[in-house]
């Protein structure tokens, strides 16, 4: 029984060091230029039907947030179907790291929103360039596992967080636009990086 024990956990070492060898093709181009239009989307809504961003903070924010869970599930289901097609046995290992390398900054910035909405509203305004930032800081924590060329879009985000929070802290208003075009394009910029540096454009089967 131990030596099968033993067995079963080489098996599981060998796979893990072989899919932290691998490119991960799990994310693709559709599902990262749709997220971009979600969070146009949202910012175009909120700014007809949301009067005052900085008077109802809860819920810009929950508008916010239900786009982000709506664009991590696109992800997430463009993800398992990638996944299994291009990396097959190594499927599960390669979409554990890639959540692995992730997990951390979206953790953060939950725990951050909620941290400043109970004990410092009156900073509230800073979340949306710190979110931006922290995105920055996932998509570089991915790049050994990605197409070096998206180092390209977590430069964009880290460079778009510090503007934002420039461009906030004259007013310390918070804006739908300075959430709803810096993803728009940032997640384009990712979407079209991943099309190209793949080859593909999710048509194969």
């Known amino acids: 029984m131990r030596d099968l024990d033993k067995a079963l956990a080489d098996i599981i070492a060998i796979r893990s060091q072989l899919a932290a060898g691998t490119a991960f ?5 559709a599902a990262m230029a749709a997220t971009g239009g979600v969070a146009l989307l949202t910012a175009v809504l909120q700014y007809f039907w949301l009067d005052d961003p900085s008077g109802h903070p809860l819920t810009f924010f929950c508008g916010w947030a239900a786009a982000a869970l709506l664009s991590a599930l696109m992800i997430w289901v463009e993800m398992q179907a990638r996944s299994r097609r291009h990396h097959s046995g190594l499927a599960d290992a390669m979409i554990h790291q890639a959540v692995e390398q992730s997990l951390p900054a979206g953790i953060a910035g939950i725990l951050l929103a909620v941290m400043l909405g109970k004990f410092a509203p009156e900073t509230l305004w800073i979340l949306p360039g710190l979110w931006q930032i922290l995105v920055s800081l ?3 924590a991915s790049v050994r596992s990605l197409p070096r060329t998206i180092a390209l879009g977590g430069a964009f985000y880290f460079l778009s967080g510090f503007s934002v929070l420039i461009l906030a802290s004259h007013s310390h208003a918070l804006s739908p636009w300075t959430m ?3 993803f728009a394009f940032g997640q384009s910029l990712m979407a079209t990086i991943l099309y190209f540096a793949s080859g593909d454009d999710d048509a194969e089967t």
């Not at 093709?25 to 181009?29: D, H």
């Open 138 to 140: 996932g998509v570089f």
């Open 25 to 29: 093709r799990g994310y693709g181009p």
């Open 180 to 182: 709803g075009l810096p």
